[in-house]
């Protein structure tokens, strides 16, 4: 890799945050430092800047690049992913623009929500296991719920509009949906849509990472004839007010977080790996080293 980790995760366990649509920079952090990771996956979206908050260590990765500069479609989930466990993230926090499916939630509302539906179709890629060492970790509850209510509580003590739980419907995008997509969505019962943060939930949860998200929400999808179909311009004056409620959370949610990384989606392989150590390819073994450290025997 490019640059050894600059703090060994079982030591200084970080906080990681990752932005979305219009949170491309995390302000507020001293002792700030740049760093450039080459992962066996391939490349971040960015490089990452860390620093410290209230005395916490955090990792900040725009999720899309710096000027928004790559596709939903196109992002490198397992490298950002990778790139934040190898700098001892164990919690994030990830900040993601959605469409809203419901009348009551409005543009610049934020969902804490609990619950993903998968239409995607890119799902190889939402794994970090395979090439010799299967593992299948358990994601009945895909959000950790202690991170998430740390995050509502932090929201509703600064007055926001926020609401409590909801399903977060993944599609690949880059195109918004069709009514006919919206209004089945709607029918089923989702509350969200948004093409970016499944991936990264998944493989969050096989990092041992405790990952919840500040859902911001920009539009009402398409579904809602009497206002005008999702665009992209159309959203950029939410996308901007979001990301400062983001970055106002952000702030007062830090310090909250625990030191110690012990919550239980830090554990989340204990009963996931299939594959018994002595069999594990020594490529893979090494290429997955910032996760499986603690089951590689010195």
């Known amino acids: 890799m490019s640059e050894n980790s600059p703090f060994p995760s079982d030591e200084s366990p970080a906080i990681g945050v990752i932005g979305g649509s219009g949170l491309y920079e995390m302000d507020g952090l001293t002792e700030f430092e740049e760093h450039t990771i080459e992962t066996p996956f391939g490349t971040p979206s960015d490089a990452i800047t860390s620093g410290l908050m209230e005395g916490r260590r955090v990792c900040f990765l725009a999720r899309h690049g710096r000027g928004h500069r790559i596709l939903p479609s196109e992002l490198n989930h397992r490298a950002n992913i990778w790139a934040l466990r190898s700098l001892g993230v164990r919690w994030i926090v990830a900040v993601t623009a959605v469409g809203s499916l419901r009348e009551e939630y409005e543009p610049r509302d934020i969902v804490l929500f609990d619950q993903f539906f998968d239409r995607t179709s890119q799902r190889k890629d939402s794994t970090f296991f395979g090439r010799g060492i299967v593992a299948h970790v358990g994601f009945g509850d895909p959000i950790s719920e202690s991170l998430r209510q740390l995050l509502l509580q932090t929201a509703e003590k600064q007055g926001k509009r926020v609401h409590?739980?909801?399903?977060?419907?993944?599609?690949?995008?880059?195109?918004?949906?069709?009514?006919?997509?919206?209004?089945?969505?709607?029918?089923?019962?989702?509350?969200?849509?948004?093409?970016?943060?499944?991936?990264?939930?998944?493989?969050?949860?096989?990092?041992?990472?405790?990952?919840?998200?500040?859902?911001?929400?920009?539009?009402?999808?398409?579904?809602?004839?009497?206002?005008?179909?999702?665009?992209?311009?159309?959203?950029?004056?939410?996308?901007?007010?979001?990301?400062?409620?983001?970055?106002?959370?952000?702030?007062?949610?830090?310090?909250?977080?625990?030191?110690?990384?012990?919550?239980?989606?830090?554990?989340?392989?204990?009963?996931?790996?299939?594959?018994?150590?002595?069999?594990w390819p020594e490529k893979t073994t090494r290429d997955l080293r910032p996760i499986l450290e603690r089951f590689i025997k010195s």
């Not at 909801?166 to 009514?179: E, L, N």
């Not at 004839?225 to 996308?239: K, L, P, Y």
């Not at 970055?247 to 909250?256: A, F, M, N």
């Not at 989606?265 to 790996?273: I, N, Q």
């Open 164 to 279: 409590d739980r909801g399903t977060y419907v993944s599609m690949d995008g880059p195109a918004f949906s069709t009514r006919a997509e919206s209004e089945t969505n709607r029918k089923l019962g989702f509350d969200l849509i948004g093409m970016t943060n499944l991936p990264e939930a998944k493989l969050a949860r096989e990092a041992e990472i405790s990952l919840a998200t500040l859902a911001m929400i920009t539009d009402y999808d398409c579904w809602k004839e009497e206002e005008d179909a999702v665009n992209a311009h159309s959203v950029i004056e939410h996308v901007q007010a979001n990301a400062t409620a983001a970055k106002e959370v952000l702030r007062e949610v830090i310090p909250r977080i625990p030191t110690e990384a012990s919550w239980p989606e830090h554990h989340s392989l204990d009963s996931a790996l299939v594959t018994a150590p002595d069999l």
